[in-house]
């Protein structure tokens, strides 16, 4: 097949290496850089400065653009996709993204929303790599209008490109649960490293724990604050689930229960290891 | 040198196996199976029932029980340790560790006060592995009465045993900057894990970021519950400190504030960067 990929960055990027070998891919992107880099280093095979070619030439497109610049691209160019284009969009979030594009009112172009639960905290396509996506988990949020052959095409890209579970959910689903695994756990690591009041030098005093709780406090701020205000109920839900959680935690510190500590820490354990068998890509 | 463990579990099994190309290894656990699975598998060369022949042939003992086994111990052999035998302690809090055992008086025992930043959230000698300490962490919080060659003897191990940064601060600082390094980072994990609310089987909407940041909430739920207890005001603090930046947290995305949000961004990655740099163990 012929396959375009919109935004050469860090996930456009692993798209490419993961599916060349049994794909022709072009590309398309803003940044001529990253165009020269994505020729000179064979990451893909042809480069387009004019869509319309670019749209024509491929048999599937795949959006990795911020939210809002994917919608406004598509909204830019809804007059010249193809008929019967399949275009496969890689937001982090849902239902705000879904609804803002199914206003735009497209003919015979079938969108499929698709979310790689994979990344890194580095940015652009130098930091891309095939084993980012490797044995990770890919969410699809189908709607209405989607063609079944279509999402089973998407399905099986996404088992190409190296993942391992590919589930079906309601975007409403994907907002909530994503708020959860994804999101809130970027704000924690963050108010964490913010919360740093040592005048100490703190690397000399780190272990795993505090390595592994931070390493996402190194975040692409020019991505993350859009996906948490286009998801702002659903993860101040998770937020406030989380503070009530904290202040159960500090509760039992203040009041010196040993119990009440060991069993919370028994439950987090259990919840833990059961996750854990679930999801083969855990050590 | 001829060196002692009393408690062979994950840290005592690792200090074993660290030293054992350099020293004589041998080791004391009130658990039998423990001692056999130590001795068929070479980690120490010898096991004693009888802990006045352990003093006696060591030249050094080190501590891997936990904090009020570990304050017992001394305790109950004040009587049986030989003059100028050397301590090394290991326990993950110093303030009340220390004011407990010099309440003891002990003669002519000089005991050193460590902490290896370095784990695991498996427990036991059969998750014991040298690779824990390799490039980690380790403080040592001296007191008056520690002779200088002992502090020296004890930074020449922990280097040998394969630790890279050794520093040495007040039982005060090192309380209160472990609070936040380890223990309000143990304490975020396991509220996060926790606030599961989900009924979707969440293995499946994970990417690493959940798994990074809830590996320690598989937690020791024995040993714990005493590390946060014996450091509550230090912790209670660095809870509180966190909340309210998760407060500044929600605020910003209540007011759908980019800016704010994307300066809040920028803080995290430039303080992270910054410890990264100084911590060699980072990838």
């Not at 982090?92 to 929303?113: A, F, H, P, Q």
């Not at 399905?155 to 490109?161: D, F, P, R």
């Not at 994804?182 to 690397?203: E, F, G, K």
């Not at 975040?219 to 993860?235: G, H």
């Amino acid at each position: 097949m012929n396959i375009g990929i919109v935004g050469l960055g860090l996930i456009g990027g692993t798209i490419a290496k993961s599916l060349k070998n049994k794909h022709y891919i072009t590309g398309y992107d803003i940044s001529k850089d990253t165009i020269d880099y994505a020729l000179e280093n064979n990451i893909i095979q042809k480069a387009y400065n004019n869509l319309n070619d670019f749209f024509n030439d491929n048999d599937i497109i795949f959006l990795c653009l911020y939210p809002k610049s994917m919608i406004n691209f598509i909204f830019r160019n809804k007059d010249i996709f193809p008929k019967y284009s399949i275009i496969i969009e890689f937001s982090g979030i849902k239902k705000s993204v879904i609804s803002e594009i199914e206003s735009i009112n497209l003919d015979n172009v079938d969108i499929i929303y698709a979310h790689p639960i994979a990344g890194s905290e580095k940015v652009g396509i130098k930091h891309s790599n095939e084993y980012i996506f490797d044995k990770a988990n890919f969410v699809i949020t189908p709607v209405e209008t989607n063609k079944k052959g279509n999402i089973d095409l998407a399905i099986s890209l996404a088992k190409e490109m190296g993942f391992k579970n590919v589930s079906l959910i309601t975007p409403s689903d994907h907002d909530d649960i994503i708020a959860y695994t994804s999101q809130l756990t970027h704000v924690l690591s963050l108010s964490l490293v913010n919360s740093l009041s040592s005048t100490l030098d703190t690397s000399k005093f780190i272990g795993d724990s505090y390595r592994d709780l931070t390493r996402i406090s190194m975040i692409n701020e020019k991505l993350w604050p859009e996906l948490f205000i286009k998801n702002k109920a659903a993860l101040l839900n998770k937020i406030e689930s989380f503070e009530s959680e904290l202040k159960a935690f500090k509760g039992a510190i203040t009041a010196e229960d040993y119990k009440k500590l060991e069993e919370m820490m028994v439950k987090s354990t259990t919840i833990r290891s059961k996750i854990a068998k679930g999801d083969k890509n855990d050590s």
